[in-house]
């Protein structure tokens, strides 16, 4: 098999590696791209997924925003800690990113404290996203997320552990997520990277067709 086919096959859902949770303990929301760029035009679900990392100092843990159209990773952050300021430095960073205004977005997530918490609602009021939670222990639900993290858990952290410190672990899923971004090809938007698949995107749209 060619190196291009092995890297297809990778995100086709045949991955050599198991692409699971195990140890993992995640939760997960939706939000949207900067730009309304969700399953349908108008509207931009985004995963917000957080997963603990274990070091030899002490555990870690990490958390994401990924966009559900186009599976970037948009925002993320890490932190010693589950305070609802892991969740919200992830969300600040989503929307800091797209550089554009968020008002109408749907955020889903499961009913995870941090992503329940006042400060996180009042957090997503401000940016005029719309909140909306999961059912209790419906694994369905967030599935989105899980898969993210068992990514993530699959490719960066079992393939290349034991870590060291968080700082560590730091340093490697800002690597991660510029290559799941900008090189990683995925099965779910035609084999190509997320950026190419945006960038495609809004290269077929005029700009009144993207603002719409």
């Given at each position: 098999m060619d190196?291009a086919?092995?890297r297809?096959t990778r995100?086709s859902?045949?991955?050599p590696?198991r692409?699971?949770?195990?140890e993992?303990?995640t939760?997960?929301?939706?939000?949207?791209?900067?730009?309304r760029?969700g399953?349908?035009?108008?509207?931009?679900p985004?995963?917000?997924?957080?997963?603990?990392v274990r070091t030899?100092?002490?555990?870690?843990?990490v958390a994401?925003?990924e966009?559900?159209?186009?599976?970037?990773?948009?925002?993320w952050?890490?932190a010693t800690h589950?305070r609802?300021?892991?969740?919200?430095?992830?969300?600040?960073m989503?929307?800091?990113?797209?550089?554009?205004?968020?008002e109408g977005l749907?955020h889903h997530?499961d009913a995870g404290?941090?992503y329940t918490?006042?400060?996180?609602?009042e957090?997503l009021?401000?940016?005029?996203?719309?909140?909306?939670?999961?059912?209790?222990?419906d694994?369905f639900?967030?599935?989105?997320?899980e898969?993210?993290?068992?990514l993530?858990?699959?490719?960066l952290?079992?393939?290349?552990g034991p870590w060291?410190t968080?700082?560590?672990?730091?340093?490697a899923?800002?690597?991660y997520?510029?290559?799941?971004?900008?090189?990683?090809?995925?099965g779910e938007i035609g084999?190509?990277p997320p950026?190419?698949?945006?960038?495609v995107?809004y290269?077929?749209?005029?700009?009144?067709q993207i603002?719409a």
């Open positions: 190196e086919s092995v297809i995100t859902g045949m991955n590696w692409a699971g949770c195990g993992s303990r939760s997960g929301s939706e939000g949207g791209p900067g730009r760029t399953r349908k035009v108008g509207t931009a985004w995963p917000d997924p957080y997963t603990y030899w100092s002490g555990f870690c843990y994401f925003v966009d559900a159209f186009s599976r970037m990773i948009v925002g952050s890490i589950l609802t300021s892991l969740a919200t430095e992830a969300l600040e989503a929307v800091w990113r797209r550089g554009v205004r968020v749907i997530s404290g941090q918490s006042v400060a996180y609602s957090r009021a401000s940016h005029g996203i719309a909140p909306s939670v999961g059912s209790v222990g694994s639900d967030n599935a989105m997320a898969s993210a993290i068992g993530y858990k699959t490719e952290i079992r393939r290349h060291r968080p700082d560590q672990v730091e340093i899923t800002l690597e997520i510029d290559w799941f971004n900008f090189r990683r090809l995925h084999h190509v950026a190419e698949f945006e960038e995107f290269a077929s749209r005029t700009e009144e603002q």
